[in-house]
C-alpha cells in the first residue's frame, strides 16, 4: 500500500520523476527478493509492471541494442524466469546460496555471457552469440555453450540449446528493462551503479 501510494505510475508528477521511478523499482525488487516472493506478494508484480511502464515511458535511448550503454557488466535486479529465480532460491547442492546473477554484453563482438554464482565457488555459465535487431530495439540470442563449476572443484560442460529475441525497452548508464519471447522480463542495473547510489542516492 505503501508503495502504491508514494510511487503510482498514474501520478503524472510521479511519472516524470525518472530517478524516483528507478529508486522505487530498485526498493520494490528488495522487497521481493528479486522476483523470488512475486508468487507470495501476488500485489508487488502488477506494481513492479506499473513502475516498468513508466519506467519505459521515459526511455532516454533510441536503438538501445545498437547503443554503446548496451554493453557492458550487468547485475540482474530483478526477473520473472523461472529458472533464474529457482536458483537465486534454492541455491546449488552443497555450494550454499546464490550470491549473484551478472550478464556481460558485447555487442560489438556478437557475444553475451549469463553467469550465476554460488557461495561455495559454483557457477552456471551460458555464453551466447548476440545480433542487435536492424532498428536497434531488440537483439536475437542463440546459446552456444553451457558448463556447471561445482564447489572450485569441478566444470562440467552441458549442451547447450536455445535461442530467442529480446525488446530492450529501457536503457540508460545505470539500468535496462528487456522483455523476451518467452514473455518473461529482466532489470538489470550496469555493475556498481547500486554501490555508487549508496553513497549519492539521486544516480539511480
Request: charged share 25%; aromatic share 8%; hydrophobic share 35%.
Amino acid at each position: 500500500a505503501y508503495l502504491e501510494a508514494q510511487y503510482s505510475a498514474k501520478d503524472p508528477k510521479f511519472r516524470s520523476n525518472l530517478a524516483e521511478i528507478k529508486a522505487a523499482i530498485v526498493e520494490l525488487s528488495s522487497t521481493t527478493e528479486g522476483g523470488i516472493k512475486d508468487t507470495e506478494l501476488l500485489t508487488t508484480r502488477a506494481q513492479m509492471e506499473e513502475l516498468l511502464a513508466a519506467l519505459e515511458q521515459q526511455n532516454p535511448t533510441k536503438g538501445p541494442s545498437r547503443s554503446q550503454l548496451f554493453s557492458g557488466k550487468w547485475d540482474l535486479l530483478w526477473s520473472t524466469e523461472r529458472e533464474v529465480l529457482f536458483a537465486r532460491e534454492k541455491g546449488l547442492f552443497l555450494d550454499g546460496p546464490c550470491t549473484g546473477v551478472t550478464q556481460t554484453i558485447d555487442a560489438k563482438g556478437g557475444r553475451l555471457e549469463n553467469r550465476i554464482e554460488f557461495a561455495g565457488g559454483g557457477f552456471l555459465q551460458v555464453l551466447s552469440s548476440l545480433e542487435p535487431d536492424e532498428d536497434g530495439n531488440g537483439f536475437s540470442f542463440a546459446f552456444s555453450s553451457c558448463s556447471l563449476g561445482w564447489r572450485r572443484l569441478l566444470e562440467i560442460p552441458l549442451p547447450p540449446f536455445g535461442k530467442g529475441n529480446a525488446r530492450v525497452t529501457f536503457l540508460d548508464d545505470t539500468m535496462r528493462v528487456q522483455r523476451d519471447s518467452r514473455g518473461d522480463t529482466l532489470v538489470c542495473t550496469r555493475k556498481g551503479a547500486l554501490d555508487v547510489g549508496k553513497e549519492h542516492a539521486s544516480h539511480l
